[in-house]
């Protein structure tokens, strides 16, 4: 006897990164409207900051403080995306690689996907408040 299978839409997109060239660096998965990526993000922020001053109070060696921190930043992109992206953005370059902007690479990955986030809740929302014009109009008519 076979099993049901129910599938459900989570709402997970798949986004392609691509660099100035077009050329596509990764690929990866999460629900850009998740309720919990605000909370996560700002106590993954947090975190970070955290591990960031624990680590230069340290006393280790550049490379140790580096790699040490970059693994950090990698474990809260996942925990702040529920999901492993990690593994995706930081196959391009590490965390912690300066871009010629100024920026470290990890802070516009932050950037970009912030604003794909605004865009897809924006969306998301306008078809909300469609659909409930839809059955309320009558009520404003």
């Known amino acids: 006897m076979g099993k049901t299978v129910a599938v459900i839409d989570d709402g997970t997109k798949t986004y392609d990164i691509k660099n100035k060239y077009g050329k596509i660096l990764c690929t990866f998965s999460f629900n850009p409207?998740?309720?919990?990526?605000?909370?996560?993000?700002?106590?993954?922020?947090?975190?970070?900051?955290?591990?960031?001053?624990?680590?230069?109070?340290?006393?280790?060696?550049?490379?140790?403080?580096?790699?040490?921190?970059?693994?950090?930043?990698?474990?809260?992109?996942?925990?702040?995306?529920?999901?492993?992206?990690?593994?995706?953005?930081?196959?391009?370059?590490?965390?912690?690689?300066?871009?010629?902007?100024?920026?470290?690479?990890?802070q516009h990955v932050m950037i970009v996907i912030g604003k794909l986030v605004e865009e897809e809740t924006g969306k998301r929302i306008k078809k909300l408040n469609d659909r409930i014009s839809k059955y309320t109009k009558k009520y404003h008519e």
């Open 33 to 106: 409207s998740d309720t919990g990526i605000v909370p996560r993000y700002e106590e993954a922020l947090k975190n970070i900051n955290a591990k960031v001053d624990a680590i230069k109070k340290s006393g280790k060696r550049k490379e140790e403080m580096t790699a040490e921190a970059e693994q950090y930043i990698k474990e809260q992109y996942d925990y702040l995306f529920n999901a492993d992206v990690s593994g995706s953005f930081f196959s391009v370059m590490g965390p912690l690689s300066l871009l010629p902007s100024g920026v470290l690479f990890s």
